[in-house]
């Protein structure tokens, strides 16, 4: 009796082991797809956003890092993101507000809330009364902070969009339509916090969102030494050449 005892919990313990063991491998894969085609000369930091395809509203996130010309580490993820609610499109084929994500590498510029710096070495704004992003594709300053002045019906307030549980609470700017403007391709493409209704996450007007807390791990991540960029798209993106 005792012995089969023995036998019993054994086989217990090997259950209960082989079960961590798989666990622990989910936790700690890495993306399967080859994205180092998309990754700009010179950048050795990637947040990689890899959806299931071109109409998904959802994806993975991982933190990247180069330990070689084609070889890249998992730093942090994956982590689920919710992306725009009318898919994903190449640069070129947006327009603003037509609710998709851009597929493409962007650089990694700039972080923002109310909240406390979430660490890392981007630069991180606290943001205060009267700060807008012109989302008015008619405006000289279209796609850009505003530090005071009017903030137009169409504009984002970013003061009142960065509070406590807001989506923007906490934020990071990655370099979509900013450094070279188009009129009405979009703005405000942020990775962002989740926006909820009714407790479902919603799909993004175009931007990426994800829990607070995987954002600001995230965020406290990022190494500006290393020139860090978004590659952003479906699994078929990431099997050409860019674009």
Not at 42 to 53: C, H, I, M, P
Not at 149 to 162: I, P
Not at 195 to 209: D, F, M, P, R
Request: hydrophobic share 40%; with cysteine; aromatic share 8%.
């Amino acid at each position: 009796m005792l012995k089969r005892l023995r036998l019993a919990l054994l086989a217990v313990l090997v259950l209960v082991g082989g079960v961590y063991v798989a666990v622990h491998r989910a936790k700690t894969v890495s993306p399967e797809i080859d994205f180092s085609a998309q990754v700009p000369p010179g950048a050795d930091q990637v947040v990689l956003v890899e959806a299931a395809g071109k109409q998904s509203t959802t994806a993975q996130v991982w933190v990247m890092e180069r330990t070689s010309k084609n070889t890249w580490t998992r730093v942090h993820g994956p982590y689920t993101a919710h992306t725009g609610r009318s898919g994903f499109r190449l640069p070129a084929e947006r327009h603003e507000g037509d609710g998709t994500t851009p597929i493409g590498a962007f650089a990694l510029s700039a972080a923002f809330g109310q909240g406390n710096r979430p660490g890392g070495s981007l630069p991180y704004t606290v943001v205060t009364p009267g700060q807008c992003w012109v989302s008015s594709s008619d405006r000289d300053d279209y796609n850009r902070w505003i530090p005071g002045g009017l903030c137009g019906t169409t504009d984002v307030d970013l003061f009142e969009k960065s509070k406590p549980n807001a989506i923007f609470h906490t934020a990071m700017v990655m370099d979509f339509n900013i450094g070279d403007r188009v009129k009405d391709r979009g703005s405000a493409i942020f990775f962002h916090c989740n926006v909820t209704e009714k407790g479902q996450v919603l799909a993004t007007y175009g931007g990426i969102s994800l829990a607070e807390g995987d954002l600001r791990t995230i965020i406290s991540s990022i190494d500006v030494s290393k020139n860090p960029v978004a590659v952003i798209g479906p699994d078929s993106t990431f099997a050409a050449k860019p674009a």
